[in-house]
């Protein structure tokens, strides 16, 4: 079980389906809360577990990245930047962190680590988080 807390966050879109996304977890994940809101960075001092990530609701973790997480959990980072494969009109891919020890705090209003300049980061290469934004 990875002890992680994930925020599942509204994704406004057609696809919605937070169900789907922790189902893509194997259902390996300590705690989660499915919020209405985006803005995380008040949530993250209730977090009981060594990590938190959060993900939209349209999206998933396909399962070589859901495989390789738990040694990325091990590793001596502050937080993990992931690859996204936006399944849309077009393909597009982005790095956006998303995995993120219990101590790191997160600038209001957006999904990005305070100090991330300073922060021990990792790129996980083996997988993605997959969001599907078709109309």
């Not at 789907?20 to 001092?45: M, P, Q, W, Y």
């Not at 597009?92 to 998303?98: A, I, L, N, S």
């Not at 705090?105 to 988080?129: A, H, Q």
């Amino acid at each position: 079980m990875l002890d992680l807390t994930l925020f599942i966050l509204p994704s406004g879109t057609k696809r919605h389906d937070p169900e789907k996304t922790i189902h893509s977890f194997g259902n390996e994940i300590r705690a989660v809360n499915i919020l209405d809101h985006v803005d995380v960075s008040s949530l993250v001092r209730t977090v009981k577990t060594q990590w938190y990530g959060h993900l939209f609701s349209c999206e998933t973790l396909d399962p070589n990245l859901m495989a390789i997480l738990p040694l990325y959990f091990q590793e001596s980072v502050d937080f993990l930047v992931v690859f996204q494969k936006v399944i849309s009109e077009e393909l597009r891919t982005f790095k956006t962190p998303r995995f993120f020890r219990s101590y790191v705090e997160i600038i209001p209003n957006t999904l990005y680590p305070k100090g991330d300049i300073i922060l021990r980061n990792r790129n996980v290469m083996e997988g993605w988080v997959i969001s599907d934004a078709r109309p």
